[in-house]
């Protein structure tokens, strides 16, 4: 069971150049999130998703696009990168239920715009 | 609006001491709350969580509880252990809407031998 993967790893992009974060998980679940966390700081939140065809924006989409065609994959796509987007991104899932549920990360992104 | 205030780190002490980090909230209605740990070069994992008020959650010899009359839900272990330092996250989740996390600024634990 492989959870939530993400790719790549690591990245070096240059000023207006762009990009797509790709993020998997095997778990059937029916919410997915993008964060990103810059240093020192909590994670914010990009865009999320509840279910395929369904995207909603978070607290700092600006710059980001998100597309959600099937449960599994959630990309994130960086069209024009600057370097405020220099950060380490981070795909979550959770299975929504009235009861709750708990978000299960991926290993992260590391992005640097040069 | 929904925010989480926690302790500044970095936190350094020594292998088997008592450890707090302390966590306060603002929410409308009644959050969950939860703490998130993350290991060096490792995403986030959930290490406990409270959905109500009086609650304790806890794992791996971590606890806190929700406590609604403070708004806090601080993080104590009674002795620790050098495999314990990481970052510690504090967040909260409204049940209304996308269940979206609102997360603290983190905390950076360091343990000594």
């Known amino acids: 069971n492989a959870g939530v993967t993400q790719t790549p790893k690591f990245r070096i992009l240059k000023i207006g150049q762009s990009m797509t974060l790709q993020c998997t998980q095997d778990m059937n679940h029916n919410y997915m999130y993008w964060y990103r966390q810059d240093p020192g700081m909590g994670l914010k939140l990009i865009y999320y998703?509840?279910?395929?065809?369904?995207?909603d924006k978070g607290e700092v989409p600006n710059g980001y696009n998100v597309s959600r065609s099937t449960t599994e994959d959630f990309p994130l796509r960086l069209e024009l990168a600057a370097p405020s987007q220099t950060s380490v991104y981070f795909c979550a899932s959770s299975y929504h239920t009235e009861a709750g549920d708990t978000q299960y990360f991926g290993p992260g992104t590391r992005l640097t715009v040069l | 609006g929904n925010s989480v205030t926690q302790m500044e780190g970095p936190v350094t002490l020594s292998e088997e001491a008592f450890l707090t980090i302390n966590c306060t909230y603002t929410?409308?209605?009644?959050?969950?709350l939860f703490w998130y740990v993350q290991y060096p070069g490792e995403g986030l994992q959930l290490l406990l969580k409270?959905?109500?008020?009086?609650d304790k959650g806890s794992n791996k010899g971590f606890e806190a509880t929700y406590r609604k009359e403070t708004t806090s839900f601080h993080l104590e272990k009674g002795s620790v252990q050098v495999s314990d330092s990481a970052v510690y996250f504090c967040a909260l989740r409204r049940l209304q809407g996308a269940q979206k996390l609102v997360f603290g600024q983190g905390t950076r634990l360091t343990i000594n031998p």
């Open positions: 998703s509840v279910g395929a065809g369904i995207t």
């Open positions: 929410a409308t209605g009644y959050p969950s």
């Open positions: 409270a959905t109500k008020a009086d």
